[in-house]
């Protein structure tokens, strides 16, 4: 339990440190931290990984450091929830796109399937709805054929280069 608890803090100190660098303040970085992550969780499990491929245009999204960490942990608990709950899943994805005016982040899977409104017994569902409502993103979880994650934020004008 020790060495577990040891192991959650210190991906939670990369988070916060990885979100208050500066470097880090596009959507290109974003996508990549959560690509990483996903493949990195997907490794050892019998689901195939796959994302697609990040427009160099998310560069050109700024996004402030509360942002940053609040999209990563909520992407990074729907990854958590598919790879404990999905066991049955033969495929997860990841996907990052961006018009004009919204960014939005998909997170897929193609497991058995839950109710988004029924009891849950952990905080995961709460916090990811939390994480939204404290960036004023909108936050879509859909689960009748697999489960979609769809987590969209505004962003300014002009900020996505054609």
Request: glycine fraction near 6%.
């Amino acid at each position: 339990d020790i060495n577990s608890n040891v192991q959650v803090v210190r991906e939670g100190m990369r988070d916060f440190i990885w979100a208050l660098d500066p470097d880090n303040d596009n959507a290109y970085e974003l996508g990549l931290r959560l690509k990483r992550f996903g493949q990195e969780l997907f490794t050892h499990h019998p689901a195939d990984f796959s994302t697609s491929l990040l427009p160099p245009a998310l560069r050109n999204i700024s996004l402030r450091p509360d942002q940053r960490r609040h999209l990563v942990l909520l992407l990074k608990e729907a990854m958590h929830n598919s790879f404990k709950h999905a066991t049955d899943a033969t495929e997860v994805s990841f996907s990052l796109s961006a018009d004009a005016h919204t960014l939005t982040a998909k997170w897929r899977d193609n497991g058995q399937g839950f109710s988004p409104q029924g009891k849950a017994d952990g905080a995961g569902l709460k916090n990811m709805r939390a994480r939204a409502n404290k960036i004023d993103a909108q936050l879509s979880i859909n689960s009748t054929e697999g489960t979609l994650v769809e987590v969209s934020i505004s962003t300014k004008r002009g900020m996505v280069s054609e």
